[in-house]
């Protein structure tokens, strides 16, 4: 993509009114637009971010056999009344009304929607099992929206939710679950500081877990053990005071954010959809379910809190809106013709590269703008590169001269 050609443009200043790392940087480098606490645009280069994190989920959801789908975001009261929630959680709906007295909510989770949907289709225990799910949109009027990306009003979610015979088949697609959170987590440059965490799992099940990014702008604590990589959560450190794998009780305190969950609902749900099956001798049973959330739009922000410094974000390259940061730095048409041709070159290879093809700014405003920016590897033409390419990642001060042909 040419910069020249890209609607936005960098920022000289942080926003005034943003607090958190993440949407200080994310706009001021054009990735996101703010149009309210907790509600953001994605503008075409933070766009495609979001939808490399959405495509990374979505390739190991498929991999372990859940179908997607696309459910509603407007939900009737009915079926939020059946479960209860429609006043236990009113604090965080947005309720709205249509027309002749009918009432509504946006959607801030769908078990109140994926529960009917697929009673229609559950019979017997020859139906079962599957899982569904989507990426979408949620809404949730949240108290606090002061931390860019990390707390949306309007947030992005990836929501599993799966469907059982019984408890056992429930652990064991759980268990299935927990592993491609893992993969996940790796392909995000996250793995090595994600941590599984143990968490309350309501009154329905032991535990649930977690999955939270030590960081130290993260809002939740949670007690590391080292050696099992596993963590406890500050609402159960106090029945659980020690590693739930080996004993261990030196846990260390760090601070964390949620990049997802994994919970098992059993037949809170089904229970009253009358969510059934007919089991092999023929009795009516309750459905077990799963529920298995990440957040895609916080987990952008969690990797600019994570990968930046004082220039600008650094994405890990799995993200990054484009691979290769190409600057022409000179005014002269030699140099110019030779990134040009570096840029189609590279395009044909099929590597994803912004060319910074402008004639207005300075190389110093340029070069400031790719640390900003933050692609993984910058690739320099100017009078001084003597039509050779200065090479250099984002994460390393380090730079190589190199031919044209060589870069890819
Ligand atoms: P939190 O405790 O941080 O409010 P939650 O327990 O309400 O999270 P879930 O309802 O289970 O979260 O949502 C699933 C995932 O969606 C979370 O793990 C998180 O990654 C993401 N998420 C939840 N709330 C928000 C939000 N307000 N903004 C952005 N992402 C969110
Ligand atoms: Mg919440």
Request: with cysteine; proline share 3%.
């Given at each position: 993509?040419?910069?020249?050609?890209?609607?936005?443009?960098?920022?000289?200043?942080?926003?005034?009114d943003?607090?958190?790392?993440?949407?200080?940087?994310?706009?001021?480098?054009?990735?996101i637009?703010?149009?309210?606490?907790?509600?953001?645009?994605?503008?075409?280069?933070?766009?495609?971010?979001?939808?490399?994190?959405?495509?990374?989920?979505?390739?190991?959801?498929?991999?372990?056999?859940?179908?997607e789908?696309?459910?509603?975001?407007?939900?009737?009261?009915?079926?939020?009344?059946?479960?209860?929630?429609?006043?236990?959680?009113?604090?965080?709906?947005?309720?709205?009304?249509?027309?002749?007295?009918?009432?509504?909510?946006?959607?801030?989770?769908?078990?109140?929607?994926?529960?009917?949907?697929?009673?229609?289709?559950?019979?017997?225990?020859?139906?079962?099992?599957?899982?569904?799910y989507?990426?979408?949109?949620?809404?949730?009027?949240e108290?606090?929206?002061?931390?860019?990306?990390?707390?949306?009003?309007?947030?992005?979610?990836?929501?599993?939710y799966?469907?059982h015979t019984?408890?056992?088949?429930?652990?064991?697609?759980?268990e299935?679950?927990?592993?491609?959170?893992?993969?996940?987590?790796?392909?995000?440059?996250?793995?090595?500081?994600?941590?599984?965490?143990f968490?309350?799992?309501?009154s329905?099940?032991?535990?649930?877990?977690?999955y939270?990014?030590?960081?130290?702008?993260?809002?939740?604590?949670i007690?590391?053990?080292e050696?099992?990589?596993?963590?406890?959560?500050?609402?159960?450190?106090?029945?659980?005071?020690?590693?739930?794998?080996?004993g261990?009780?030196e846990?260390?305190?760090?601070?964390?954010?949620e990049?997802?969950?994994?919970?098992?609902?059993?037949?809170?749900?089904?229970?009253?959809?009358?969510?059934?099956?007919?089991?092999?001798?023929?009795?009516?049973?309750?459905?077990?379910?799963?529920?298995?959330?990440?957040?895609?739009?916080?987990?952008?922000?969690?990797?600019?809190?994570?990968?930046?410094?004082?220039?600008?974000?650094?994405?890990p390259?799995?993200?990054?809106?484009?691979?290769?940061?190409?600057?022409?730095?000179?005014?002269?048409?030699?140099?110019?013709?030779?990134?040009?041709?570096?840029y189609?070159?590279?395009?044909?290879?099929?590597?994803?590269?912004?060319?910074?093809?402008r004639?207005?700014?300075?190389p110093?405003?340029?070069?400031?703008?790719?640390d900003?920016?933050?692609?993984?590897?910058?690739?320099?033409?100017s009078?001084?590169?003597?039509?050779?390419?200065?090479v250099?990642?984002?994460?390393?001060?380090?730079?190589?001269?190199?031919?044209?042909?060589?870069?890819?």
């Amino acid at each position: 993509m040419l910069q020249s050609q890209l609607f936005t443009k960098t920022k000289k200043e942080f926003a005034k009114d943003e607090e958190s790392i993440n949407a200080k940087l994310l706009i001021k480098a054009g990735y996101i637009d703010k149009l309210a606490a907790g509600i953001y645009s994605f503008l075409p280069l933070g766009l495609r971010v979001l939808v490399k994190i959405e495509n990374i989920i979505r390739e190991e959801m498929n991999a372990v056999g859940c179908q997607e789908i696309l459910m509603p975001a407007l939900h009737p009261k009915e079926n939020w009344e059946k479960t209860g929630r429609w006043d236990s959680i009113h604090d965080i709906l947005f309720k709205l009304e249509g027309v002749r007295g009918s009432e509504f909510t946006l959607g801030p989770t769908h078990e109140e929607v994926v529960t009917p949907l697929v009673k229609q289709f559950v019979f017997s225990y020859k139906d079962l099992p599957f899982a569904v799910y989507q990426i979408q949109s949620k809404f949730r009027n949240e108290a606090r929206a002061k931390s860019g990306l990390l707390r949306g009003r309007e947030f992005r979610m990836k929501d599993v939710y799966s469907f059982h015979t019984d408890e056992r088949d429930l652990n064991e697609f759980y268990e299935k679950m927990a592993q491609a959170y893992e993969r996940v987590w790796e392909r995000l440059s996250l793995g090595a500081i994600t941590y599984k965490t143990f968490a309350s799992g309501g009154s329905f099940s032991k535990y649930s877990h977690e999955y939270q990014t030590v960081c130290t702008s993260g809002e939740d604590e949670i007690y590391l053990c080292e050696k099992c990589r596993l963590a406890i959560n500050k609402e159960i450190i106090a029945e659980q005071d020690s590693c739930p794998q080996c004993g261990n009780k030196e846990l260390v305190k760090k601070n964390g954010i949620e990049v997802g969950n994994i919970f098992q609902l059993k037949t809170k749900y089904s229970e009253p959809f009358k969510l059934m099956y007919q089991d092999e001798k023929g009795e009516n049973k309750l459905v077990q379910m799963g529920c298995y959330g990440i957040g895609p739009s916080r987990l952008m922000g969690t990797i600019v809190e994570v990968f930046h410094d004082e220039d600008g974000i650094i994405w890990p390259e799995s993200v990054a809106p484009f691979k290769y940061h190409l600057l022409n730095l000179s005014k002269e048409g030699k140099v110019k013709k030779q990134a040009d041709e570096l840029y189609d070159h590279l395009i044909k290879k099929g590597a994803e590269v912004l060319y910074d093809d402008r004639t207005e700014p300075t190389p110093g405003a340029k070069l400031k703008d790719a640390d900003l920016l933050g692609l993984p590897i910058r690739l320099v033409v100017s009078d001084k590169t003597d039509g050779k390419v200065e090479v250099k990642t984002r994460n390393s001060t380090e730079t190589t001269l190199k031919g044209i042909k060589e870069i890819f």
